[in-house]
């Protein structure tokens, strides 16, 4: 009895190590929020546009749509406002977009790159109202929600990216459950 144990124990043990491994959980599934919208999003063809060095010079961006914005070097970029956090920019890239938004709300803007998200009305920064981000995630690695539900001439600076090209999109949030 003893040795068919044995046996049964060796087998298992065989067995376990031969199995094959768990797939790696996917990266970008660890968000709190929704993000479906957002993935589907950044699953699809992307419009290409030089993002501005200036607010003369910003491209419009409209919601639900994916752009590819091409960066400039942040030291040649003039912001709406100084971006809301300090930071280095040796070797950063930035740049600006209109925001063409149809209706007041709260909107997210969604990026594949690590770098700093502000969006600037009527003389100052919009409120965050959350943000997140996904290491190992490019669709989207960082998510962060604004409330804009004031005036319509919107400018979303994108600062401190160590790429030269982002993509980018805005949605609206959805509504919060009860």
């Not at 960066?71 to 040649?76: A, E, I, S």
């Not at 930035?94 to 969604?110: H, T």
């Not at 600037?120 to 929600?145: M, N, W």
Request: with cysteine.
């Amino acid at each position: 009895m003893r040795t068919l144990m044995l046996a049964l124990c060796s087998a298992l043990l065989v067995g376990a190590a031969c199995a094959a491994p768990t797939p790696a959980a996917d990266p970008c599934s660890g968000f709190k929020w929704d993000v479906d919208k957002e993935r589907a999003l950044f699953s699809g063809q992307s419009t290409t546009l030089a993002a501005g060095k200036d607010i003369a010079a910003a491209p419009v961006v409209g919601a639900d749509r994916l752009y590819q914005l091409q960066l400039t070097p942040q030291t040649d970029v003039t912001f709406a406002l100084p971006p809301g956090k300090k930071m280095l920019t040796d070797g950063a890239y930035a740049g600006l977009a209109k925001l063409n938004l149809d209706v007041a709300g709260n909107y997210r803007v969604s990026v594949d790159v690590p770098l700093w998200i502000d969006v600037a009305v009527d003389g100052k920064l919009a409120a965050t109202r959350d943000f997140q981000g996904q290491q190992g995630c490019d669709a989207p690695h960082k998510v962060v929600e604004f409330d804009l539900s004031g005036a319509k001439n919107y400018v979303l600076q994108l600062s401190a990216s160590s790429q030269a090209s982002v993509r980018v999109t805005v949605t609206q949030a959805p509504a919060p459950k009860l």
